[in-house]
């Protein structure tokens, strides 16, 4: 007999991990599964779906125990998941659409002409001859990059002045779920991707990761030393708790 699965339950790209089923109160549920150092098995939703880690020495049987044991909750979060917005994924073509800091930017493509500019909420991106799509959205994605770099250092050196510390060294990072880290030794790492989001929400990163220059903890200290800098920040860390989503997939 073949199963019949419901689309909504199969992830759109598989991704790391091997995928199996499993039958709970008459619903397949699709799952990630991986075998990892650890004591016990571990379930969660995230971006993807259901994922389960489990110790190397754990039957699969026990595994299946477990989720079996919590499928009341599997599948009230599986259904939550699936009612949340998810992110768009960019088509690269003409006429697209991708949000740069909080706006509609439409895509256009330029044959014939060299360069990416960004100017009146297009951004034109020249085609080169005998172009693959494949190559033109590395190049729209390594400009997106460089405009979130450039905006970005410029965004640190202003709140390091204000908080009266030379502008520390700045990384990318295209983590999926860490908007800024503050190393030991003062460098500061940003994810690119906050460059989707409204400026204010990417000067809030950026001041919460430069207070941990002077507090490399969360203490009241430290929000306070964050206050001093971004007096809204309490508005703008609940606005970002719920932008993950609103992060389109170039
Ligand atoms: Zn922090």
Not at 11 to 32: D, F, H, K, N, S
Request: charge should be positive; aromatic fraction near 6%; charged fraction near 20%.
């Amino acid at each position: 007999m073949q199963l019949e699965l419901p689309l909504a339950i199969a992830p759109a790209t598989p991704p790391a991990g091997t995928l199996r089923y499993i039958q709970l109160g008459g619903e397949i549920v699709c799952y990630r599964f991986r075998r990892a150092r650890r004591r016990s098995i571990g379930i969660m939703i995230d971006d993807d779906g259901l994922r389960v880690a489990a110790p190397g020495h754990a039957p699969i049987a026990e595994v299946e125990a477990f989720i079996r044991e919590k499928a009341r909750w599997v599948l009230q979060k599986l259904a939550e998941w699936r009612a949340a917005p998810k992110p768009q994924v960019v088509n690269w073509s003409d006429g697209a659409s991708i949000a740069l800091l909080g706006e509609p930017v439409t895509l256009e493509l330029l044959p014939g002409r060299r360069g990416i500019n960004l100017q009146n909420g297009r951004l034109g991106i020249g085609l080169e001859p005998r172009g693959e799509p494949a190559a033109l959205r590395k190049r729209g994605i390594a400009w997106i990059k460089e405009h979130a770099r450039s905006l970005m250092s410029e965004r640190l050196s202003l709140y390091a002045a204000s908080l009266g510390v030379p502008t520390p060294a700045l990384a990318l990072s295209s983590a999926r779920t860490q908007w800024g880290l503050c190393q030991e030794g003062g460098r500061v790492r940003l994810n690119w991707r906050l460059i989707h989001l409204p400026l204010h929400l990417i000067d809030y990163v950026v001041a919460h990761e430069l207070a941990h220059l002077r507090e490399m903890n969360h203490s009241a200290r430290f929000w306070a030393v964050v206050g001093g800098l971004y007096p809204d920040y309490k508005l703008a860390r609940s606005e970002l708790r719920q932008c993950n989503h609103r992060l389109p997939i170039l």
